[in-house]
Nanobody, 122 residues
Framework: QVQLVESGGGLVQAGGSLRLSCASS????????MGWYRQAPGKERELVAL???????NYADSVKGRFTISRDNAKNTVYLQMNGLKPEDTAAYYC????????????????WGRGTLVTVSS
């Protein structure tokens, strides 16, 4: 069973930066794709970014140019560097893992972290 633990959320001013971390209890050898999703109040959970062992990276249009996902296989940790934060980025951010293949929807995700809250003040 894969356990994912997020950290790094908090309160920042608009234009500021945060780096989220997600530590996996399982070696990335057994995980094909890691990703970040977010869910704002009253909204559906949405994809933020994906990264796989084959080095494919995908970003939601809303975060392109501002967020960067990276993966440290030695530490079994995935990161989300968030720059130029906007109030609309406020959400609970969830780490996700899919053991094989690329998740097409949130339902395709195999494991979820418990989430870390990011609040951006204007």
């Amino acid at each position: 069973q894969v356990q994912l633990v997020e950290s790094g959320g908090g309160l920042v001013q608009a234009g500021g930066s945060l780096r989220l971390s997600c530590a996996s209890s399982v070696s990335f050898f057994g995980i094909d794709v890691m990703g970040w999703y977010r869910q704002a109040p009253g909204k559906e959970r949405e994809l933020v970014a994906l990264i796989r062992s084959g080095h494919f990276i995908n970003y939601a249009d809303s975060v392109k140019g501002r967020f960067t996902i990276s993966r440290d296989n030695a530490k079994n940790t995935v990161y989300l560097q968030m720059n130029g934060l906007k109030p609309e980025d406020t959400a609970a951010y969830y780490c996700a893992a899919k053991l094989r293949g690329v998740p097409v929807t949130t339902d395709d995700v195999d494991y979820w972290g418990r989430g870390t809250l990011v609040t951006v003040s204007s």
